[in-house]
């Protein structure tokens, strides 16, 4: 029988490819978004992997959710902590909403995906999770304190957590990506692009969303069972952390 792997924000961006690329290798995929219904269903129409909604900073939500996918596909073998999202603003301008929008979607979002079903991950003794971070939470990011800080917290909850159950057959690691051409850096206007981000990138280009998706593929191999809390910094050479 094929693993179970759940991707969170897995309907769209990085997360859908890395849901499309966990099916490519013969995991049964389940792809949790937010709200997007349109992408969401286009996705699942495109690549039959199914979709849940809920929200990853609501608790009581979250292990609701991954109690119906467990139902629908088995226990989860591989967790992809991929959704986030950006509340961009200099520190002294920046809301207490902002702030706590970030921190709930891309932080408290590891208690609420990990927690229920790190038991069962101990119980089998095999798991894999993978955390997408970013490039600025290695390094920070002017006007991204809120996300630079969400970014870098998971980094230590992944060696903390790794640490914890290494023993137990279940690996945690991190990917941290560059900029990688997804909708929302594309939205940027092609000159800001051209004359101040690709210069930054020693590769001379943005990443692609599906050299995101292969890593993730193989730190969920059985092979990446001696990588745990471990970060790889996938950015074209822009900072060598
Ligand atoms: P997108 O904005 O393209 O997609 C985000 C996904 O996460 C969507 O599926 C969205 O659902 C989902 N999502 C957002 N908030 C929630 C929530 N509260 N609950 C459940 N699902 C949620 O993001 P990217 O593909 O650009 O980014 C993916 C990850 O990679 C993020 O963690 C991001 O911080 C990180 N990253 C991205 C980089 C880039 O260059 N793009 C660079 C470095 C890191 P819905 O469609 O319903 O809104």
């Known amino acids: 029988m094929s693993r179970v792997a759940v991707v969170t924000g897995g309907t769209r961006g990085i997360g859908a490819a890395i849901s499309k690329g966990l099916k490519e290798a013969g995991y049964s995929v389940a792809a949790t978004y937010a709200g997007n219904d349109e992408k969401a269903n286009a996705f699942k129409e495109e690549t039959g992997i199914p979709v849940y909604k809920f929200d990853v900073a609501d608790a009581a939500a979250c292990e609701a959710g991954l109690k119906q996918i467990e139902g629908d596909l088995g226990p989860v073998d591989v967790l992809v902590n991929n959704a986030g999202i950006t509340r961009d603003r200099m520190f002294h301008k920046m809301t207490f909403e902002q702030w706590s929008d970030v921190m709930r979607t891309n932080l408290d979002s590891m208690f609420t995906m990990t927690r229920p079903l790190i038991e069962g991950m101990q119980a089998r003794k095999f798991g894999r ?67 101040k981000i690709i210069p930054q990138i020693p590769v001379g280009r943005l990443g692609e969303a599906e050299e995101i998706a292969r890593c993730v593929t193989f730190l969920a191999s059985d092979g990446a069972g001696f990588i745990t809390g471990s970060t790889l910094s996938v950015n074209g050479g822009q900072y060598m952390a």
């Open 129 to 195: 999770i993978i955390i997408i971070s970013s490039i600025n939470g290695q390094k920070g990011q002017m006007g991204q304190a809120n996300y630079s800080a969400a970014k870098a917290g998971v980094i230590g909850f992944a060696k903390a957590l790794a640490q914890e159950n290494a023993s137990k057959g279940i690996t945690v690691n991190v990917i941290a990506p560059g900029y990688i051409g997804t909708e929302m850096v594309m939205a940027v206007p092609k000159e800001v692009l051209d004359t």
